[in-house]
């Protein structure tokens, strides 16, 4: 995975800035790109499965996810892993 500096923007209008993102890219052999990911969250910011997000890397490329799943752990219940997958390419 490797790790970028990402802006998400939520389909509610909260904004997420300067979040530490760890993403993979994918391209099979249709040639076609895949890519996901995760970030972690405060657990207060009350992300749901499948919830729809766009995020700007510090790279400038752009692009649409959605959440994979979410996973709370016990022993940080401030914070949630938030797991995503891209929702087509970034540009």
Not at 22 to 35: F, Q, V
Not at 37 to 56: H, I, N, Y
């Amino acid at each position: 995975m490797t790790s970028y500096v990402a802006r998400i923007e939520r389909a509610n209008g909260r904004l997420l800035d300067q979040i530490e993102v760890r993403m993979t890219m994918n391209e099979p052999a249709s040639g076609r790109r895949s890519w996901a990911g995760e970030f972690v969250s405060r657990s207060a910011d009350g992300f749901q499965p499948s919830e729809r997000f766009s995020l700007t890397l510090n790279t400038g490329q752009k692009g649409t996810a959605s959440v994979s799943r979410t996973l709370l752990d016990s022993r940080t219940p401030d914070t949630t892993v938030i797991e995503f997958t891209g929702a087509g390419p970034l540009s």
